[in-house]
């Protein structure tokens, strides 16, 4: 007998960028498109929905998981890199030494706590940082710099002088990959839908070639993209490095409060 109770769909968020669509592209099949609503955001507003609940699970900035008590990790994928990942830069008319003032992105928390960590790490430049807003990218010249990501970072590419890959930067600072966004829950889910969505998470990696023949991006060759610059699979190295961030991510907080005292 039919009680006409509607199961409750999971409630699921990914980024609205170019990098993520081999990890969506498996949503479209019946198995997991019953069971899930897809939303897409940008990473900062998926994290913010993560956190007051409006969703279930997304692919949210790692840096989200020092501020989820509940984090669950899903799955074995995410967006990584093991050098050049292309989309997550500091660009500038100047080379970046003689940055003076860097703005940055407003649509990633990841990315922005990284650009901080490397000025203070690696650089070892202390320029003025400013928060950017929509349209950022334009006060990008002379001494002011501008962090950007995603895929009008591609295209920003094609405009600065200067280029400074936050990913390639990590791996020569700390020989490790980093992780940019994971699969992550705020509450306990069925493992039987886990596999399910794993399994759909992960069969878009099999046509690398196919997605990208689809997108018209003049500005860069996204099947490059796909294959040489993101990692898809999150093993124990990315693990690492991803463990590594969380820590700098506190140490970096911890002193940023001291000299706030």
């Not at 899930?36 to 993560?50: G, M, N, R, Y």
């Not at 295209?155 to 990913?167: G, I, N, P, W």
């Not at 509450?187 to 886990?194: H, Q, V, W, Y």
Request: charged share 20%; hydrophobic share 40%.
């Amino acid at each position: 007998m039919n009680s006409g109770i509607k199961k409750q769909k999971i409630q699921v968020g990914a980024v609205s960028y170019l990098n993520a669509l081999p990890l969506i592209e498996g949503f479209s099949d019946e198995k997991i498109s019953t069971e899930i609503d897809l939303h897409l955001e940008t990473p900062a507003v998926l994290a913010s929905k993560l956190q007051s609940g409006e969703l279930d699970l997304a692919l949210v900035p790692v840096a989200v998981l020092n501020q989820l008590p509940n984090a669950a990790i899903i799955g074995d994928y995410g967006i990584a890199s093991n050098g050049e990942v292309a989309s997550v830069c500091i660009f500038s008319d100047a080379p970046i030494e003689e940055i003076e003032t860097l703005i940055l992105d407003y649509q990633s928390r990841t990315s922005v706590m990284l650009a901080q960590i490397l000025l203070k790490e690696f650089w070892k430049i202390s320029p003025k940082i400013n928060n950017g807003t929509p349209g950022f990218e334009q006060n990008i010249s002379g001494k002011t710099a501008g962090l950007v990501i995603g895929d009008r970072a591609l295209k920003q590419r094609k405009k600065s002088a200067y280029c400074y890959d936050l990913a390639k930067a990590w791996k020569e600072h700390t020989n490790l990959p980093f992780v940019f966004a994971i699969w992550v829950s705020n509450k306990s889910l069925p493992s039987s839908f886990i596999d399910t969505f794993n399994a759909a998470t992960s069969s878009g990696l099999n046509h690398l070639k196919s997605i990208a023949d689809k997108i018209n991006f003049p500005e860069y060759d996204i099947y490059t993209y796909y294959t040489k610059n993101i990692v898809y699979s999150i093993n124990e190295e990315m693990k690492a490095g991803m463990s590594l961030y969380l820590e700098k991510i506190k140490e970096f907080q911890k002193a940023k409060s001291i000299i706030n005292d």
